[in-house]
C-alpha cells in the first residue's frame, strides 16, 4: 500500500515567459487590442495627420508605426512566438510614442499620455523585471524631456483638438478595456484560486483519512510489518508484532539496516532477495529466514512492495511466520519416508505371509482332495459292505439248493446202482432236481444283478466317466446300493423317478451327490426318530435342464447352521463319526463338474429339502474338480 504524493494544480492551458503566465484569455484580449489598435489609431493617426500642419517626416512616423507595430505582433503570436511578440507590442508603442513627442512638444504632446496605460499593460502581461525596465526608460526619456523643454522646444507648435480628441479616445478605449479584463482576470484568478484551495483541501483531507487508514492497518495488522528507506535500507518504522517476534524494540531499529542487526542468515539469501525485488519491483510469497534477537531462527513468507511514505521511497514488507508450518511439513515429509519403508517392509512381510498361505492353501487343497478321494472310498467301502451283506442270500440260498441236489443225486445213484429205482422215484428226483436248479438260477441271478449294479456305480464314482445314461435307472442303481444300510433303519425311501429322461453328462458324480444326500438326511434329519421318510424327486421342466430334489420329514436345519452347512469341515455330529465333507462335496460336484446350482429349504422341525437344477448335457469343457 503506498500513500499518493499532493498533486499539483494546472490552471489550464497557457504560455510560460519567464515568469509570465498567458493564459488562452490572455492572448485572445492581445490580438482583440492589437485589431482595435490597428483599426483605431491607424485611421485616426492619417485624419490627423491630414489637417496637421506638421512636417511630413512627423506624419509618416505616426502613421507607419500605427500600421506595422500591430501587424507585427500579430504575426509572431500567430507564430507562438508569444515572448517576441510581447515584446514587440509594448516596445513599438513606447518607442513610437516618445519619437511622437520628440518630433512635437515633447512632454506637452498629447501622445504622452499613452504611456501611463503603455506601463498599465505591462504590468498586467509581462513580468515585474520587464515593466521595472520598461517604467525606467519611459520616465528617463520623460525627465530627459521636461528637463530640456525649453532649449529642444522653443517654439511650441500648438496640437489641434482632434489631436487631443484622438489621442484620449485611444487611452480611453484601451485602458477600459485593459482595467476591464483586469478586473475580469482578478475575478476568474480569485474563483480559480478559491477551487484550488478547495480541491487541496479535499485532498488534504483525503490524504488524511488515507494516512488514518494505513496507521491503523499498519499497527493494527496482526503479522509483522516494516517499513525501510529504499536508498539504503535502513528501517523508518515497525508495528508492534514485529517488535514483539523479533525481540527489538522500535527504538533500537529506526535508523539501522537488517544487516546491522543481524536479521539475515547469510550474505547470500540477503542478496538474493535484494536482487530479485530490484528486478521486479516487489516480492511475493518468497520463503526467508531471520535471526532474532534471542538467537532463534524462523521462517517468514515476505510480501514487499514500493511506497511513497510520508514523501520518501520505501519498502513496505509483510511476514508470516511459517516456522511451525515448515516443521510439521518436514515432520510430514520424515513420516512419509518411515511410512514408506514401513510400508515396503510390511509388503515384503504379506509378501512372505502370501507365498506361505499359497502353499497352506495349496496343501489344504491337497489334503481336502486327499479326504474327498477317502470319503469317496469310504462310501465306495460302505457299499461294498452293504452289497456283501446283500449277496449273502442269494448266494446262500443257491449254496443250500445245490447242496440238497447234490444229496439227491447221491442217493438217486445208490439206488440205481442196487437196481432199486422205480419210476415214481425218477419221477421225483427230475422233479426235484428242476425245482432245485430253478432256484439257484434264481439266487444266482440276483447275485448277479446285484454285483453289476455295484460295479456299475464303483466305477462311474471312482473314474468320473462322462456317459450317456437315464437318469431313473442310475438313480435306482446308487439307491439300491444304499437300501442294506437302510434295512436296519426305520427310514421309508420314496422314490419319485420318471423314465425317459436321458442325460450326457457324469453319472458317477451325479450318484455320490444323490449318495450324500440321503445318508445326511438319515444321519442328520432323521436321527433317534422312530420313523421318518426321504422323498427322492425327478422331473424336466424343459428340455435342457433336470431338477431333482431329496428331501426329509426330520428335524430340520436351524437359522444359525443354514450359513455353514456347505463349508468344508462343518459338521453337528463332532466326535460321532461325522467329517464335514459330505455336503461340501455335493457343492463342489454340483457346481463344479456338473455345471448346475443347489439351493437349500428347510424349516426347524419340519425337515428339510436340497434341489438340484442340471443341464441335461454338461459342458464339453467343465471344471474338474481340484
Known amino acids: 500500500m503506498s500513500v499518493p504524493p499532493p498533486a ?113 499593460l505591462s504590468a498586467w502581461m509581462s513580468s ?98 516494516s517499513i525501510s528507506l529504499l536508498s539504503d535500507g535502513t528501517y523508518y518504522d515497525v508495528n508492534p508484532i514485529w517488535e514483539k517476534l523479533s525481540g527489538w524494540n522500535k527504538a533500537e531499529v529506526i535508523g539501522k539496516t537488517a544487516t546491522q542487526l543481524d536479521l539475515w542468515i547469510s550474505e547470500a539469501e ?62 510430514l515429509k520424515q513420516l512419509n519416508y518411515e511410512l514408506e519403508d514401513r510400508v515396503h517392509e510390511r509388503t515384503q512381510r504379506l509378501a512372505e505371509a502370501n507365498q506361505s ?79 432245485g436248479a430253478e432256484l439257484a438260477s434264481t439266487s444266482l441271478k440276483r447275485a448277479s444283478e446285484l454285483v453289476a449294479s455295484f460295479k456299475q456305480v464303483s466305477v462311474d464314482q471312482a473314474s468320473e466317466r462322462r456317459r450317456s445314461f437315464d437318469l431313473a435307472e442310475t438313480l435306482h442303481g446308487v439307491l439300491d446300493t444304499l437300501r442294506p444300510m437302510l434295512r436296519f433303519k426305520p427310514v421309508e425311501l420314496i422314490l419319485s423317478l420318471p423314465t425317459g429322461i436321458q442325460m450326457d453328462s457324469y453319472p458317477g458324480p451325479l450318484g455320490q451327490i444323490i449318495s450324500n444326500l440321503v445318508q445326511n438326511a438319515v444321519l442328520h434329519g432323521l436321527d433317534a426318530r422312530p420313523s421318518g421318510k426321504v422323498w427322492v424327486e425327478a422331473s424336466a421342466p424343459n428340455e435342457d435342464t433336470v431338477r431333482i430334489m431329496v428331501r426329509d420329514d426330520g428335524k430340520g436345519i436351524s437359522d444359525e447352521h443354514m450359513g455353514r452347512i456347505f463349508d468344508p469341515f462343518f459338521t453337528t455330529r463332532l466326535g460321532q463319526g461325522g467329517s464335514g465333507l459330505g455336503l461340501a462335496i455335493v457343492y463342489r460336484l454340483t457346481t463344479t463338474l456338473l455345471n448346475g446350482t443347489i439351493s437349500v429349504d428347510s424349516q426347524l422341525g419340519a425337515g428339510a429339502s436340497f434341489t438340484l437344477v442340471l443341464p441335461r448335457k454338461a459342458p464339453e469343457s467343465s471344471p474338474r474338480r481340484v
Open 8 to 120: 499539483s494544480s494546472q490552471p489550464g492551458p497557457s504560455a510560460s515567459i519567464q515568469g509570465m503566465d498567458l493564459t488562452d484569455t490572455n492572448i485572445r484580449v492581445i490580438r482583440l487590442v492589437l485589431w482595435l489598435f490597428l483599426c483605431l489609431s491607424f485611421p485616426l493617426s492619417l485624419l490627423s495627420n491630414i489637417f496637421s500642419s506638421g512636417a511630413l517626416a512627423q506624419r509618416l512616423v505616426t502613421s507607419i508605426s500605427c500600421l506595422l507595430i500591430p501587424l507585427a505582433t500579430l504575426w509572431f503570436l500567430h507564430r507562438q512566438h508569444f515572448k517576441t511578440a510581447l515584446g514587440i507590442f509594448l516596445w513599438g508603442l513606447t518607442t513610437m510614442v516618445c519619437v511622437q513627442c520628440w518630433l512635437v512638444n515633447g512632454i506637452r504632446t498629447p501622445i504622452a499620455i499613452a504611456l501611463p496605460a503603455i506601463v498599465m
Open 128 to 225: 515585474r523585471r520587464h515593466t521595472f525596465m520598461l517604467c525606467s526608460a519611459i520616465l528617463v526619456t520623460l525627465s530627459i524631456m521636461a528637463l530640456f523643454e525649453p532649449t529642444l522646444w522653443p517654439n511650441l507648435v500648438p496640437r489641434t483638438p482632434f489631436h487631443y480628441w484622438t489621442v484620449y479616445f485611444v487611452c480611453v478605449v484601451m485602458g477600459g478595456m485593459i482595467a476591464a479584463n483586469l478586473a475580469t482576470t482578478m475575478h476568474q484568478h480569485q474563483a480559480q484560486q478559491q477551487q484550488t484551495s478547495a480541491e487541496l483541501a479535499r485532498r488534504v483531507q483525503e490524504l488524511q483519512l488515507i494516512q488514518e487508514k494505513f496507521s491503523t492497518f499498519f499497527f493494527l495488522n496482526p503479522v509483522p510489518v
Open 270 to 331: 540477503r542478496n538474493a532477495w535484494i536482487t530479485g525485488f530490484h528486478e521486479r519491483g516487489y516480492a511475493r510469497n518468497q520463503l526467508v529466514r531471520f535471526r532474532l534477537r534471542d538467537g532463534h531462527i524462523r521462517y517468514f513468507v515476505c510480501n514487499s512492495e514500493t511506497i511513497n511514505y510520508e514523501g520518501k521511497p520505501c519498502i513496505f514488507a509483510a511476514f508470516v511466520d511459517v516456522t511451525e508450518r515448515r516443521d510439521a511439513e518436514e515432520a
Open 357 to 435: 498361505l499359497a502353499s497352506t492353501v495349496d496343501i489344504l487343497q491337497r489334503t481336502q482332495d486327499e479326504l474327498i478321494h477317502t470319503e469317496t472310498m469310504a462310501s465306495l467301502g460302505a457299499m461294498v459292505a452293504g452289497i456283501s451283506h446283500e449277496l449273502n442270500t442269494p448266494i446262500g440260498n443257491a449254496l443250500t439248493v445245490v447242496s440238497s441236489l447234490q444229496e439227491q443225486a447221491r442217493d438217486m445213484g445208490m439206488q440205481f446202482a442196487d437196481g432199486a429205482i422205480t419210476r415214481s422215484a425218477l419221477r421225483h428226483f427230475i422233479s426235484e432236481q428242476q425245482h
